[in-house]
């Protein structure tokens, strides 16, 4: 049985800054799932734009593809978060962002003015990072905190 080709990517679509394309075709395979021109797509844009929103990320794959659906781009996502290929956070009042930075147990910075977004080390290290008081009998094997404040440039703009 003849294997499909596997799709080809123009290097000038991912830019100078752009993560190697055998690296994403690596990614998914390392977590059984088949390379598609829609999944490179998706990876490649959650890697180069963490903490984006479902919307930014179909918006970046339309121009890598040219064409896409959004339909698509939430099934992947969904895919490549069940398989650990990315991460799914909820900010309050803001839709779901995704990230490549999964397995590390890290929380977020999110400013409450600008929306801005940054990753921030768990001070313990070690998942779960905090203990609730009632476990209810839950086995908890991580935390998601998300930190609410002002960023620096918000801080700065305030004060001008």
Same mark, same amino acid.
């Given at each position: 049985?003849?294997?499909?080709? &596997? ?18 075709? !690596? ?13 490179? *797509?998706?990876?490649?844009?959650? &890697? ?5 929103? %479902?919307? +930014?990320?179909?918006?970046?794959? !339309? ?7 959004? !339909? ?10 069940? *398989? ?14 995704? =990230?490549?930075?999964?397995? $590390? ?15 921030? $080390?768990?001070?313990?290290? +070690? ?11 839950? &086995?908890?094997?991580? %935390? =998601? ?14 004060? !001008?």
């Amino acid at each position: 049985m003849a294997l499909a080709a &596997e799709p080809q990517l123009d290097a000038d679509v991912f830019g100078a800054a752009a993560l190697d394309p055998d690296v994403l075709r !690596q990614s998914l395979r390392a977590a059984g799932l088949r390379v598609t021109a829609p999944r490179l *797509a998706v990876l490649e844009a959650v &890697e180069m734009h963490p903490h984006s929103s %479902a919307e +930014e990320i179909f918006t970046r794959v !339309q121009e890598i593809l040219g064409s896409s659906s959004p !339909q698509a781009v939430y099934g992947i996502l969904a895919v490549f978060t069940s *398989a650990g290929l990315a991460r799914r956070f909820d900010p309050p009042g803001s839709p779901a962002l995704f =990230e490549r930075k999964v397995g $590390d147990n890290h929380h977020h910075l999110l400013c409450v003015r600008c929306g801005a977004v940054k990753d921030v $080390d768990c001070v313990i290290g +070690e998942a779960p990072c905090l203990t609730p008081s009632d476990t209810s009998g839950f &086995e908890i094997f991580a %935390a =998601e905190v998300i930190f609410n404040g002002i960023c620096e440039e918000c801080q700065t703009a305030s004060a !001008q």
